[in-house]
C-alpha cells in the first residue's frame, strides 16, 4: 500500500506479452531487459515492427489488460511458513508463500510491488479476507499455442525460444542458466521421456 501506480501503457504491453506467450518475467510496469527481448521476439513471431507492436497489445474493452480478481480460500490456504530444515520441507504437502502478495505475484506473473499499486485501497494485505475482489492482470492465454518442434535455450540472452512447423517462433520465456556455462551441454539434446506434474522424491545427496 501507498505505492505509487506505475505507467499503464508499459504493464499494458506486457500483460499482453504474457497471454500471448512472450514472458516478461514478472509484470512491473517497467521497460526492462527481459520486456524488450519479448517484445522483439513477439515483433519477428508475428511480424510487427516494433514501432507498431506497442499499438497492437494494447488493451481494449474486449481484451482488458486488467482484471478484477476475487481472493479464494486456497489463496490464503497457499500462505504459512515454510520449514527452515530441508528434511521436514521434504516432506510438507506443498511449499507456503509468505505472503498474499506472493501467492498473487505467482498467480498472475507480477511483481508483488506492482500489484500492491494496483490495489491502493487495501492497506493490509494480511487483513484480506476470502471474497475480496482485487485488481490483477490479465495473463491467462488468449489462445492455445501450437505443439513445438523444438527448444532452443539461448545462453547469451537468457531466453527459451519454442519453434513450431516452419521454423516459425511461436513463443519466448526469460530462463536461467547455470552460473558455469561449461557445465551446459553443448549441441542438440532430445527429449525421450515427459511426466505431467512428477511426484519428487528429496535426497540430500544431490544437493550441494
Not at 7 to 29: H, M, N, W, Y
Not at 36 to 58: H, K, M, Q, Y
Not at 138 to 156: E, M
Request: one cysteine or more; a negative charge; glycine letters at 6%.
Amino acid at each position: 500500500a501507498g505505492a505509487t501506480a506505475p505507467e499503464p501503457s508499459t504493464a499494458v504491453i506486457q500483460a499482453a506479452l504474457d497471454r500471448k506467450g512472450f514472458g516478461v518475467g514478472l509484470i512491473d510496469g517497467k521497460t526492462g531487459y527481459k520486456t524488450r527481448t519479448a517484445l522483439s521476439d513477439f515483433c519477428i513471431a508475428s511480424g510487427t515492427s516494433e514501432a507498431d507492436a506497442p499499438p497492437a497489445l494494447a488493451g481494449t474493452e474486449q481484451s482488458p489488460a486488467f482484471k478484477s480478481y476475487t481472493i479464494l480460500t486456497q489463496d490464503l490456504e497457499h500462505v504459512g511458513t515454510a520449514p527452515a530444515d530441508w528434511i521436514e520441507a521434504s516432506r510438507a504437502p506443498r511449499m507456503a508463500c509468505e505472503s498474499l502478495l506472493e501467492v498473487l505475484s505467482e498467480k498472475f506473473h507480477a511483481s508483488e510491488t506492482f500489484i500492491g499499486a494496483l490495489n491502493p485501497g487495501v492497506s493490509s494485505w494480511d487483513a484480506v479476507m476470502a471474497g475480496q475482489p482485487v485488481k490483477a492482470p490479465r495473463t491467462s492465454p488468449q489462445a492455445q499455442l501450437p505443439d513445438a518442434d523444438r527448444i532452443v535455450i539461448d545462453c547469451s540472452q537468457f531466453r527459451l525460444r519454442a519453434y513450431g512447423p516452419e521454423n516459425r517462433l511461436i513463443a519466448s520465456f526469460p530462463c536461467s542458466t547455470a552460473a558455469n556455462l561449461t557445465k551446459i551441454p553443448p549441441g542438440a539434446l532430445f527429449l525421450t521421456s515427459f511426466a505431467a506434474n512428477p511426484t519428487y522424491v528429496f535426497d540430500p545427496r544431490n544437493s550441494p
